[in-house]
């Protein structure tokens, strides 16, 4: 059951990545205003959420791009299995 959730929620973050790309691919072609217009003022008026919101991303994009250094999942499998 969490898995199908887990996967439910990767999905529908990527579905949003996909349409703010496709915005943003919009704005440029059309000279509208860009993401970026809309995210400088907000980090310029709230930069220690904006570092706590970059700290957040970074570890956890870290979390899932580094696996564990032992067990099924390790790059060195020999290693899990002492």
Do not use: K
């Amino acid at each position: 059951m969490l898995n199908r959730v887990f996967s439910w929620l990767v999905a529908a973050f990527l579905f949003a990545m996909l349409l703010l790309l496709c915005y943003e691919t919009w704005a440029l072609f059309t000279d509208h205003t860009t993401i970026s217009d809309y995210v400088r003022p907000a980090v310029r008026a709230f930069p220690g959420w904006a570092f706590a919101v970059a700290i957040v991303v970074g570890i956890t994009v870290g979390h899932f791009l580094w696996g564990p250094r032992t067990g099924p999942t390790s790059p060195d499998q020999s290693r899990g299995r002492g």
